[in-house]
């Protein structure tokens, strides 16, 4: 009993050492191992955000540079509109600027159907659905819109934080500015920036030099949105970033306060060892002369 006592110590003692754990199973500590499964579930939990910001970040990012792209366009839809409007330039290069407006149109409907992997970004939830359509009304006809939005207004949101949840997607209607209502994002009397373009190509064509000025009021509201709306991304991504570092910081402590539970000293699992080792070999020893001692009993 003596020789099984001691090599069931000295195993322990073995598998503490070289696992470098100071609970292996739940009767080797059992207020430490319900705190051990706390720490792990809280590093589940932290890897689950961070997993979260991971998959959705690019997302955004992918949002963020078709917003700038779409800036950049308007601003030179705007310089070509003030151009236009002086009266030396309009009636020499209209055709020159009704190409370039075209150009314009087709970069503004490829930034409006940007994709993200196999999901249509500005497509609200229905990111399967192509978002911004050609207009299938009868044509030509001057007071039909020339692209329709065919998305919804719904909003994607991911668990960054366990007190922060944030959207990863702005919905078209409100980006190309389709809700035209009185809560529109480009203001009261906006149109859609698609319309905006055709509006503008037709006073252009009708070399309508008040027109083409009186443009400037629909194509500033419609900058002035997508700049909006590209600053809430921005912050979205500046949050992101902070959460992660956050996260980071976090799972480094509970990382460390799961060691300082689990794991054991590794010079004093060693001494251990060694003490164990010592006390299993004196118990064989013992046994050994208990054995002759019978032995020699017997054979009197």
């Excluded at 939990?45 to 078709?66: G, M, R, W, Y």
């Excluded at 970004?121 to 939005?149: C, E, H, K, R, W």
Aim: aromatic share 6%; hydrophobic share 35%.
């Amino acid at each position: 009993m003596f020789t099984s006592s001691a090599s069931n110590k000295l195993m322990d003692a073995q598998n503490h050492a070289a696992s470098g754990k100071r609970i292996l199973r739940p009767s080797d500590d059992v207020p430490g191992t319900n705190r051990a499964l706390t720490l792990r579930s809280g590093i589940n939990t932290v890897n689950q955000f961070a997993n979260n910001i991971t998959v959705s970040k690019p997302l955004v990012d992918a949002t963020e540079n078709a917003m700038s792209d779409m800036v950049k366009t308007i601003r030179k839809i705007r310089d070509l509109t003030v151009k236009a409007a002086t009266p030396d330039y309009t009636g020499t290069a209209t055709e020159t600027y009704i190409s370039e407006l075209n150009g314009f149109m087709s970069q503004l409907v490829d930034i409006a159907n940007t994709k993200h992997g196999d999901q249509f970004i500005f497509s609200g939830t229905a990111t399967a659905t192509m978002p911004v359509q050609v207009n299938p009304g009868p044509v030509p006809d001057p007071i039909l819109q020339p692209y329709i939005y065919v998305g919804n207004n719904g909003t994607r949101t991911t668990q960054v934080l366990s007190w922060v949840a944030l959207p990863v997607n702005v919905p078209g209607d409100q980006v190309f500015n389709f809700d035209t209502g009185a809560g529109a994002p480009g203001g009261p009397g906006s149109t859609d920036v698609f319309t905006m373009v055709k509006n503008l190509r037709d006073a252009i064509n009708s070399k309508d030099v008040t027109a083409i000025s009186s443009q400037l009021t629909n194509i500033d509201a419609n900058y002035n949105n997508v700049l909006s709306k590209q600053a809430q991304i921005g912050s979205w991504l500046g949050r992101m970033e902070g959460a992660k570092t956050t996260l980071v910081d976090t799972r480094d402590r509970l990382k460390e306060m799961l060691s300082d539970t689990e794991d054991c000293d590794l010079p004093e699992a060693i001494v251990n060892l060694k003490s164990q080792e010592n006390v299993y070999q004196t118990a064989l020893l013992i046994t050994t002369r208990m054995l002759d001692l019978s032995l020699a009993s017997l054979s009197r």
